[in-house]
């Protein structure tokens, strides 16, 4: 048989680098016994995944890494968030389930079928949600380990008019939109993010999407783990829905940046 390529992937950083980037949902790749499971037919599909990835946002992720004075580590996901969703708890705490999208998602942004009634959604997430889950946990394992904390930058993107799928799509939709834990993100990270962002536009907070990702072992446990969900508003440095990248990118390269140097310095504020 033919190896299952990793559907993850730890890029190496600085080995004095606290900080992981984690790109979750930029790819379009669905593996064959994934796509065997969804009802929509190939061009259905093309156009669910222009609304449902974070285009761009592993390249920008890159780039902002390339960039940086002291490299950071980078955790990437190499399939679609239609293959699972590594970011969604993958039981019944998970409030996407209302809408068909918890680990595995049954419904489309537009609530329309994505998968059968009664798809049993555990070879998915034996397969591949829980490795990945693994794989995250050893990644901020070992940050800890080398630096004495880890700093998990997640990066997204969301669409500039909200999507039928949205619970909380009402609220304001700014440039970037920062996502938070009580727990997990310190006032001095969240202050950092705030004036790095600063010129790509209006920063919000936890709207429209909220929250951030740790991985479960130290979830609430763990001070020295913190985190920040770093949403970019598409309409800044792309076409809508999945089309090419603008001049915008450039802002928001350096913005992350700017982040990561202020996280990575040694005389960075207390609690980033």
Known sequence: ??????????????????????????????????????????AGLE????????????????????????????????????????????????????VGMGAVYTRTTHRDVLRPDGFDPEP??????????RAMTQAVAGRLAATGRAVII????????????????????????????????????LDAAREAFAPCGET?????????YVPLEFYGERAEVSALMVEIRRDTYMTEPGGPTTQGLHDLTSALTTLIETISSKNSPSGV
């Open 204 to 212: 919000g907070l936890d709207s429209p999407f909220a929250g951030t």
């Open 1 to 42: 048989m033919t190896a299952t390529p990793p559907s993850c992937e730890l890029l190496a950083g600085d080995p004095d680098s606290p900080v992981i980037l984690h790109v979750p949902h930029s790819s379009r790749e669905i593996p064959a016994d994934a796509r065997s499971g969804i009802v929509l037919d190939d």
């Open 124 to 133: 998915l997430v034996e397969r591949y949600f829980r490795p990945y889950a």
């Open 47 to 98: 156009r669910e995944l222009d609304h449902i990835t974070d285009s761009h946002t592993a390249a920008i992720a890159e780039a902002a890494a390339l960039a940086a004075g002291v490299t950071p580590w980078r955790f990437v996901n190499g399939l679609s968030r239609l293959v699972v969703d590594p970011e969604r708890f993958p039981d019944e705490r998970e409030e996407m389930l209302a």
């Open 154 to 189: 997640d990066v997204h993107s969301y669409p500039s008019a909200p999507l039928p799928y949205e619970l909380h799509g009402d609220g304001p939709r700014p440039e970037v939109c920062l996502g938070t834990d009580p727990f997990h993100t310190p006032a001095a990270l």
